[in-house]
T-cell receptor
C-alpha cells in the first residue's frame, strides 16, 4: 500500500464551481499536512498548512484534516481559470523535515 | 519572506558535460536544503538532503557520484549533474528549511530547473 493516495485527475470544472480535492494516507506518523499548487514548469507553491484535525480557511481555500480517517481535503470556492494547476498534498512526520508527497491532481477550470 | 531562488531556470547541455544548479535562500538561513527530481506528470521525488557544512544524504537509488551536492553556506546549495546523459533530462527542484524553524514548519520551494541533455 502506498503511503499516500491521490487521484491524478484531470478534474475539469466550470468557472465558479467548487473544486474538491483529497488525499488518503496510511502513515500514522504524519502530523503536519500541506497543500501545494504547482503550475506547469514551476516549483510548488505552499497554499495551506495545518497540523490538527478540523478545518482551516484562507480566502477561497479550505483545508480539512481528519486524522482518525487519515484523510485530508482541499476545497476551492468560486474557482477561476487561474486555479488551473496541479495540486499536491504533502505530509511531514513529527520528527525530521522530509516531505512525503501525493502524486498530484491536475485541475482544469474552464471559463 | 521565505523566498527560494533557483538558477538557471532552464539549461540545455550536451551529453557527457556537467551542469551546476544553484539553490539560494534569499531572506533566511537554511541549514538544510532538499533536492527533488520531477518527471512529466509525476510527483516530486526526493533525491538528497543537503546539510550545511557536512555531506549530503542521498535517497536509495540516487548515485552520489553523479549528482554532486555542495552546501557551503547557510544560503546556498548546489547540485552538479556530472557526465550528463539524455536520461538525466528532467525538472530539478530545491527546497529549503529555515534554520531554527520549529518542527513541522512547511518548506518553500524554488521555481525549478529544466535540464535537457542532448
Amino acid at each position: 500500500q502506498k503511503e499516500v493516495e491521490q487521484d491524478p485527475g484531470p478534474l475539469s470544472v466550470p468557472e465558479g464551481a467548487i473544486v474538491s480535492l483529497n488525499c488518503t494516507y496510511s502513515n500514522s506518523a504524519f502530523q503536519y499536512f500541506m497543500w501545494y499548487r504547482q503550475y506547469s514548469r514551476k516549483g510548488p507553491e505552499l497554499l495551506m498548512y495545518t497540523y490538527s484535525s478540523g478545518n482551516k480557511e484562507d480566502g477561497r481555500f479550505t483545508a480539512q484534516v481528519d486524522k482518525s480517517s487519515k484523510y485530508i481535503s482541499l476545497f476551492i470556492r468560486d474557482s477561476q481559470p487561474s486555479d488551473s494547476a496541479t495540486y499536491l498534498c504533502a505530509f511531514l512526520k513529527a520528527a525530521g523535515n522530509k516531505l512525503t508527497f501525493g502524486g498530484g491532481t491536475r485541475v482544469l477550470v474552464k471559463p | 519572506g521565505a523566498v527560494v531562488s533557483q538558477h538557471p531556470s532552464r539549461v540545455i547541455c550536451k551529453s557527457g558535460t556537467s551542469v551546476k544548479i544553484e539553490c539560494r535562500s534569499l531572506d533566511f538561513q537554511a541549514t538544510t536544503m532538499f533536492w527533488y527530481r520531477q518527471f512529466p506528470k509525476q510527483s516530486l521525488m526526493l533525491m538528497a538532503t543537503s546539510n550545511e557544512g557536512s555531506k549530503a544524504t542521498y535517497e536509495q537509488g540516487v548515485e552520489k557520484d553523479k549528482f554532486l551536492i555542495n552546501h557551503a553556506s547557510l544560503t546556498l546549495s548546489t547540485l552538479t549533474v556530472t557526465s550528463a546523459h539524455p536520461e538525466d533530462s528532467s525538472f530539478y527542484i530545491c527546497s529549503a528549511a529555515r534554520t531554527g524553524a520549529r518542527q513541522g514548519s512547511p518548506l518553500h520551494f524554488g521555481n525549478g530547473t529544466r535540464l535537457t541533455v542532448t
